[in-house]
């Protein structure tokens, strides 16, 4: 069967929402996309596979090249048939950016026809076929898309295409590509089936963008780190933390501003950047507690500006001294939440002292 269908996923590429499956025979529902072996993968608004199917060619997919068997899966609320794939290669912003990177050689075709049963996705048929491709040409400064008749109609509402082989790039050995269409090839030449929700898929990258605010807060913080640990405050506790460049971290909870009142042990260990989503920082942070068990917790590293609602919470704390303590216009107001954690339980700290430039 599908064995080659990506089980690890690239820092959060994941999106599913419901839809009504009203895609015909020539058009699809877009539901959902994911990855396996993206480049930069906890920075979605980079290279995810959605901006595949955007209609730009200034954006695009691209693979890490030490990832193993890299692919990416598009998800479909319709089971539909096409006869053609049309693909923009390599990051066809120009033709310096195309020829810098590696460009798709040879790919993997799988389309599956999947069912939802009591919440367990059936795959129902499978077909697969290798496809080549040559590197993108360009006239005037223009990427010409290159579109491939297939050797019979495919149909179902999964796609999955693996990248077998590239074609080297001048500076970079990660492979990109611009754009991907399924249709049909007429008299007239390719037929593009159209998306019916292009709007969700807008949107989605646009999530992707508010994630990157978040991401480049919390470099923000590494930075600050790197003057000693970074004060987060809550209810009168004052929360220590570091996150540094190669990934470690520290914790440290104190009553007040006095350190041998502490209320929780020091912490140290490796984090890891799961993802950056609209909702923040996703921080898986692994490390031994004082019995000597090893522990993995989730935390949300966030951004807050004015009209959300930790943003709002915050202002409606401080009162009438918001605008004496904190000026959005100078500084970042960052929040981490544990997330149910072992360390601490479900808890918000804040911090509105790290500087904007």
């Known amino acids: 069967m599908f064995s080659n269908f990506p089980k690890k996923l690239s820092f959060s590429v994941l999106f599913i929402f419901f839809v009504h499956c009203s895609g015909g025979e020539k058009s699809f529902v877009y539901i959902s996309a994911q990855s396996k072996g993206q480049l930069n993968g906890n920075e979605p608004w980079r290279y995810s596979p959605e901006f595949l199917l955007d209609g730009k060619v200034s954006t695009g997919f691209c693979s890490d090249s030490k990832a193993l068997e890299p692919s990416f899966t598009f998800r479909f609320g319709n089971s539909f048939q096409f006869k053609a794939l049309e693909i923009t290669n390599g ?40 496809l080549d491709f040559k590197p993108v040409s360009f006239a005037e400064n223009v990427p010409i898309p290159e579109s491939i008749a297939l050797e019979k109609n495919f149909r179902g509402n999964t796609i999955n295409i693996e990248i077998l082989d590239s074609h080297k790039g001048s500076k970079s050995s990660d492979t990109c590509l611009s754009e991907i269409r399924f249709g049909e090839i007429n008299q007239a030449g390719f037929l593009a089936y159209p998306i019916q929700n292009q709007e969700d898929i807008r949107r989605r990258i646009l999530n992707f963008e508010e994630g990157s605010k978040h991401f480049f807060a919390f470099r923000k913080l590494m930075v600050a780190s790197e003057s000693g640990t970074v004060q987060f405050l809550d209810k009168g506790v004052s929360f220590s933390v570091f996150f540094k460049p190669d990934e470690t971290f520290s914790f440290g909870e104190t009553l007040g501003t006095n350190p041998d009142e502490a209320s929780q042990p020091n912490i140290q260990g490796k984090y890891t950047i799961l993802t950056s989503t609209k909702e923040g920082v996703e921080l898986s942070l692994n490390y031994f507690d004082a019995s000597g068990v090893e522990r993995s917790d989730t935390w949300i590293f966030k951004r807050a500006n004015a009209g959300d609602d930790d943003y709002e919470t915050f202002k409606t704390k401080l009162g009438t001294s918001f605008s004496e303590v904190f000026d959005p216009k100078a500084k970042y107001l960052l929040f981490l939440k544990s997330q149910n954690t072992t360390y601490l339980g479900d808890r918000i700290f804040y911090n509105y002292e790290i500087p904007l430039k």
């Open 91 to 130: 990051l066809a912003k120009s033709y310096a950016t195309a020829s810098q990177n590696c460009q798709i050689k040879k790919i993997k075709l799988t389309v599956l026809e999947e069912k939802v049963s009591d919440g367990v996705s059936k795959v129902q048929s499978e077909d697969t076929i290798t």
